[in-house]
């Protein structure tokens, strides 16, 4: 890399060629003000702050955007720079309201802090021209002033460079220049999706959050936190004024880069909601009455004393939480396996990523996603299947987009055409439940045309010939006929997915919620390795996790085959292991998987169950199904932040104290294990999951202590080999990528180079094989079902927020206008949707978005879609097939 | 196409009319037509009248026997310098883009003459346009860029739709496109119109829009040499500029130089208006002297009013005065004065114009056209302006002077791009050379020129009046009374200040208390 | 919202303009201007297909047209007027031909006449400089145009 010699204030440095001048002047730690600048963005130099002077030119440079060439002598605070700057505030002020004393920025306002160190005489210095502008208020979540507006374009760039979206842009010019939505219309006109990064880069008080919460900076507190929605785990800070958390800031860095999306920004309203639990109930006579700790201890002590000797462990079973924290969630399976002696401990990632645990353990040896967050920028290729990124994982959405920006080629493969649909090099609208055959065509050309990696599937594969035989015969006619999509559009997706040197593929939930779910994964796994497009750094294979913390969860050993760390609970030594470490003797076999506790619970085989953090009466298939498991069940204990459908049909409900009220950890979808921190002392009388399992875990005579996070992180971290090297003095900052191996390995940033976990990626022949339940004539429709942006699952947090539930109010169904026609429906016309389990009420959304007799429902809502979804299980892996079933339209309400 | 098919054409076209260069365009001895040569004698919807006089023979020698250094060095000996306003040399431009390796490279003809009151480059576009096409061409071959594009003032439909009839007949007879004069060299131009942003004009923000967005300037550097057009090395030129070039590869850099100075060799063109008698466009040596332009080539001032000032440079430039008229007007020299050559817009005012009404006019202008991107130039120019209404309108102080001086220096100081950088310079030139006549309307609250409405309370008619009546005729209120040769009166009650008795009076018999 | 452009014309939009632009490189300027060209303005309509077809975002679209002076919302009235206000113009009296023409058509610079007919559009220098004043009615232009004639001028395109 080329060097070059600068001399700024005085002081020589040699640094790397191709930077401006600003970067330089940081790593000397001097501070030059700035509005317009980001350096995530392209600078602009628009508000002519940061000028500085460079000898030899004629006038001051805008130190954001010059670069800074050899030899260049460079001063950032002579007398003539600091005039300059305080001339280019007193103009900023010219136009700008004397209004800080009731300006909501009021003490974190650069112009403010500015204008104080500048020593700006007196405000304002111009009075010549004042604007005249009307608040925006379209956005629920926040308004725009464009009298206050500095015009720096830092909302409008971010919108556009980061957020991949333009949904704001700058109207007229000159002095008369305002930025707003397009038309200065409301929101409704444009595509913003609220995520609020506009306003969390605004410097000044044009953009502002609507809070009924009045605050002003110094009165609040901050604490760097990891959001506790979905599993992109940005990084946050909560601000905190009085116990009560006021407002939520992006953090820069790893890895949301100081994004997030609706969610993480604003839906925090759940954490100081009146609604939480504030003391433990108990049910008498089928009514909750508010009870002591004492009490519901010791009642649950008593009912678990008295069932396991009445019926053994084997009439237990837990719930962990893919919500709660690493460390709670070891605690939870430590309590099942040794305290109570069985290995019936699951979580919702049965219905989530079962099948790519399993299918990728499999194929590659590690049921991951290989890379990271930050090579989405990398990729040159992206092929979303299954996935509705933007939507679920938002911010790695928006990272796709930058990375379509640079160039990068998108294909989107998915029944609804969604948002990285429009725009995408090639989109695939498939029917739901036929993703092999699409993977196959894709493979079959590959193969025909030579676009395969041949040298890798030599070096790193096996069983390529028997997996050859299950595509040869495969065409791309053979698959669009049972996909519903174009042959030339398979051709054209395989050229190009081949034809990528940083090839990735991001899936989630239309891969793996299908009774074949494990075959999908497989055969995502056969056409990454086909064209050796995993192992290496920017290609891989993404499953992307679902919760906060479900990859922990998992990795914690909620799963009732293996310990910690994914160790077998049927290997000798590991059971040994376990055994030593908790001192007591353990089960070595596989414990019943979540559908199956629940048919146990309804066959009366399960007696106790114990849900911490979940909600499956309204997330598990078959509602009805579900309810009447949980009613037969002797005992139930839910451990919730609030008194949630599920647990409506508990005996005992705890308070647990939320992610903002305690110390651990979560590990994010790439692996990577962050801090969440202790922002507010717990609300009411409730108590963080960690200490609350302990105690019960004490009083049932086990020796436990109350350990506190950081030492369970230490415990756990001897007993799992990746996590070996975690501990929380080197998660301080940012977290680490397991596997971590030492407590010097710097983590892994992706997986399989050079070897895979398994040794050698495993080619395996996969036939399609349609779904179990296909429309007829009785039931002509296929049902799939997901999520909204806006809300998340089962809307206990996010349902919490007025404004959310304002934009997506009730349950809905998404119809093909020819569908919606057939039936006689218009949009927003309310009807009832059956299936042979069940049925249910929806609001109709006609799009064209989605194959023609093929809807969709998301499952927030209770008694919602999941009336109507299959619980038929994958049976490898016990997956549920949330994403396939039929229905029919009964009628109008 | 070849050299021997070009010539052919320049014989049969001789043939057909053999007195076309005959005929020579009335000029004053003063001139020389360099870059007009063409301009009101060739047809300029027929390529073959442009080849009679040489026509493309300069991008014919410069693709089959010079290679792209020698072009270079050849406008570079020329000294030729940008005509759009910045006289920067043009060689020396070409050198930056030619060294700046990249596959695709871009020319750009700056043809958005945004000067409101200059209308060289609309003379050459309508009138010679593929002195410019041919000029452009040259240009690509030097750097080594493939295509072109015209940028239009969307003012102007004739000239693109005169250029565009020039293009189709150049790739009609492939003079333009590929292998040009089987030399290898591939070149084609696309006209892209403007609609109406002066900043447009400024390169920066001229590529911004040719891309498709709002016409906001972008910092320098990098220059658009070697990041310009969707990134790549580009070149932007003025129609002016362009239109020497094919002269100068056939006639050579020394035959270039004996016009003009040895700063600033080769000749301008110059649109005069306003107050002057002999109004119209005018090719002269640089170095020639104001003097001589106004009073020899212009005549003088119309109307036998008294010479006031000058306006050059347009909302950019500055005011010169009586005491300037022996200066020489070249580009470093009119800067020196406090004004610029900008483009060669030249206005005459005379003692009837108002110089704080005139800067205020400007600012008005820069106001509407800034582009709002950075706070110096949008917050700025909009206070000056209320500054300058201020004074106008009676209301303005001392302070207020002061305050013109230093905003105007704050703009200049920081402003992004030459419009903001530039905008301030009429305030400061006017309060340079008529700081009395500001001082009048702060202290006085007089405007000595006339011109402040809200600075006059009477209009009167004095013993002067030789009772022509036209005062009577403009009146739009009818309150202007009194018989042919006889003296009339004014009904100050009825009188709505318009000014049009005072403008309309050729005999000074009208002033104003 | 009025509609200034009827479904079958945005059809008519698409395929003669849009597709004619489409895949040529940065096309949005040349398709605002043919739009302009056609119906006199760029309305919602119109750029909410633009948006949809080439996936530019209405923001985008939207700060575009409000920039360029040529480009409106609404259609102007019938004949254009414009008093040209360059530097040139100015000092020949520009600003009293404005007045008057405000007078007589009892509008505003920069607006249009309530009965449609005439726009008095802002426009600056039309290169004719030297005859100034110059007054650009629909695509004639006028020189040396004084308080005198410049209501004559006018009074042919009345009755149209
Ligand atoms: N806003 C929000 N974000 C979330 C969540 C939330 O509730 N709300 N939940 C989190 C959790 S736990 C998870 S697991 C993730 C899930 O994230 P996703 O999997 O992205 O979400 P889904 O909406 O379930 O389904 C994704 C897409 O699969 C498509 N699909 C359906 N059937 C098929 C098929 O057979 N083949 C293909 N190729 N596609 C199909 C659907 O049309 C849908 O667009 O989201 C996480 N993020
Ligand atoms: N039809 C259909 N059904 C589906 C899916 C689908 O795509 N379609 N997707 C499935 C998938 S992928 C998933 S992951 C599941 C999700 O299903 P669930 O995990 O059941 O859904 P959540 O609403 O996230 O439930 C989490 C609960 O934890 C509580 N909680 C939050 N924080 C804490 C805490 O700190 N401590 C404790 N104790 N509790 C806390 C919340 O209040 C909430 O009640 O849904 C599945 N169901
Ligand atoms: C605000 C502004 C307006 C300008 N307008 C024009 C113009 O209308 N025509 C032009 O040729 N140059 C104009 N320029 C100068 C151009 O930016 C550029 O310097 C010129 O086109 C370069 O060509 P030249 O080197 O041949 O002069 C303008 C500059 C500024 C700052
Ligand atoms: S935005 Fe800043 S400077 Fe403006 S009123 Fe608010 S606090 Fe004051
Ligand atoms: S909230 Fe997000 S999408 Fe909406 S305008 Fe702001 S940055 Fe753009
Ligand atoms: S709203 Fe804020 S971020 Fe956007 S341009 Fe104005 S000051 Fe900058
Ligand atoms: S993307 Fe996911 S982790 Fe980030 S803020 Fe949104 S919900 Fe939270
Ligand atoms: S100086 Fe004026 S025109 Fe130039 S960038 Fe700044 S605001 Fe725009
Ligand atoms: S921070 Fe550099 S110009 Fe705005
Ligand atoms: S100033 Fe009016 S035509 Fe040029
Ligand atoms: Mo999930």
Redo the contacts between chains.
Sequence with gaps: MKMINLKINGKDIKVPDGKNIIEYTKDLNIDIPTFCYDERLK???????C?VEVKGMN??V?SC???ATDGKEIYTHSEEVI??RK??L???W??HPNDCVVCDANGSCKLQDYSYEYKIDSIPV?D??KRDFEINSSNKFFEIDPEKC??C?LCVNVC?QLQG?????????????YV????NAGME???CVSCGNCVSVCPTGAMMEKTEDIFRSWETTRTRTTCPYCGVGCQFDLVVKNNKVVQIDPAPGTPNEGLLCVKGKFAFKFINHEGRLKTPLIKENGEFREASWEEAYSLITEKITGIKKEFGPGAFAGLASAKVTNEENYMFQKLFRAVIGTNNVDHCARLCHASTVAGLAITLGSGAMTNSIAEVKGNDVIFIIGSNTTETHPVIGAFMKQAKAQGAKIIVADPRKIDLA??ANVYLGIKPGTNVALLNAMMNVIYHEGLYDKSYIDSRTENFDKFLESIKEFTPEMGAEICGCKAEDIRKAARIYASGNKAAIYYAMGITQHSQGTNHVKSIANIALLCGNVGKENAGINPLRGQNNVQGACDMGGLPDVYPGYQKVFNKEVQAKFEKAWDVKLDDKVGLSLPHILNGAYEDKIKFMYIMGENPVVSDPDTTHVKKSLENLDFLVVQDLFVTETAQYADVILPASSYAEKDGTFTNTERRVQKIRKAIEPIGESKPDIVIIQEIMNLLGYNQGILTSSQVMDELALLTPIYKGISYSRIDEVGLQWPVKDKKHPGTKFLHEGRFSRGKGLFSPVDYIAAQELPDEEYPLILTTGRVLYHYHTITMTGKNKEINEIVPANYIEIHPKTAALYNVKHMDKISVSSRRGKTIADVHITENIGEMIVFMPFHFADGANMLTNSALDETCHIPELKVCAVKIDNKI | MNRKALEKIKNDTIKLDPDLFEKKVKTHEKEIRVVLQNCDIIDPENINHYIVNNGYFGIHNAVTSMSQEDVIKEVIDSGLRGRGGGGFPTGKKWNFAYKNENETKYIICNADEGDPGAFMDRSILEKDPHSVLEGMMIAGYAIGAQTGFIYVRAEYPLAAQRLQIAIDAAREINILGENIFDSGFNFDIEIRLGAGAFVCGEETALIASIEGYRGMARNKPPYPASNGLYGKPTIINNVETLANIAQIILKGSKWFRSFGTEASPGTKVFALAGKIKNAGLIEVPMGITLGEIINDIGHGVSNKRKFKAVLTGGPSGGCLTEAHLNEKVDFDNLVALGSMMGSGGMIVLDDHDCMVDIAKFFLDFSVDESCGKCTPCREGTIQLYKILEKITNGTGTKEDLDKLYTLSKAIKRTSLCGLGLTAPNPVLSTLEYFYDEYLAHVVDKKCPSSTCKELINEYIITDDCIGCTICAKRCPVDCISGERKELHIIDQEACIKCGECFASCNFDAIITL | MEEYVNRTQLQEFENNVINLYRDKQSPLMQILQESQKLYGCVPFEVQNLISNELNISTAKINGVVSFYSMFSLVPSGKHIIGVCTGTACHVKGAQRLVSRVEDALDTHYGETTEDGQFTLAHTRCVGDCSKGAVVMIDDKMHSKVTSDNILDILEPYRKQ
């Design positions: 600078s602009e130099g628009a508000c002519r702050m000028v006038r001051l805008a955007a010059t670069p005039k300059a001339e280019v007193e103009l900023t010219a136009s111009y010549g021209h500095i015009l374009g556009e979206l333009d949904a704001l842009g700058f109207s007229e010019r000159g002095y008369k220049t707003s939505f397009a038309y006109t444009s595509n429009f725009g």
